[in-house]
């Protein structure tokens, strides 16, 4: 098996958020509206080293959108059985039933491409956080949400807009205090003090003592 091209980091957001989905599947598609949302209000507002993708597949395509980041937010629908149609739920790695393209049994489920990713030497996120959100219809074709979960979709976005940016102020913070430190490493020194000169009293012209060293 060939090894993976090298992965340069600096090309690489620290964070992206991922919205999955089937835009044409009712309330399948809210992990969609979600990643879009947030990506609007970062055009007015940027945050840095964020970035949105989507993907319509998961599996595979996970690796390539994800491979060389720091932090991934995922966001699917969740079909689960009597469900609160857009609630919210925080997921694991590897807990992530209900999620369709997370558990794809056909293809490649998120733990899997985590875990193959591993294997090839591709650097992945170290943070996952996967948000879930319950759906009412993901079988009717249609490209519309159903009111609850539409409901859900902007006050989601803003709760990881929030949360992104919190933790860009904590880097810049976490920067400014690295370079700080590291300007004081490179500060020489004060001299080293030489050896002790003992002073001497003289007398001036009129008598009155002075001192020299």
Known sequence: MPHPAPVDARSRPHTIVL????????DDGVGLAVAEAVRESLTDAPLP???????????????????????????DCL???????????RLDLNAVAG??????AHGLSLPLAFRLAERLGIPMPTQ??????????????????TPAVQAAVIPLARNILVRLALACKRQAVARKAASHRARIARTPSDPPVGPFQPLHATRTHDGAPAVRG
């Open 19 to 26: 919205g999955l989905g089937n835009p044409v599947r009712r």
């Open 49 to 75: 080293g964020v970035e949105v993708a989507i993907s319509t597949r998961a599996g595979f395509e996970t690796i390539d959108l994800l491979h060389g980041c720091v932090h991934a937010v995922i966001v």
């Open 79 to 89: 079909d689960v059985p009597h469900p609160k149609p857009g609630r919210v739920r």
């Open 99 to 104: 999620a369709p393209r997370l558990v794809d």
């Open 128 to 145: 996952v956080e996967i948000l879930g959100v319950e759906a009412a219809d993901c079988l009717t074709l249609g490209e519309t949400l």
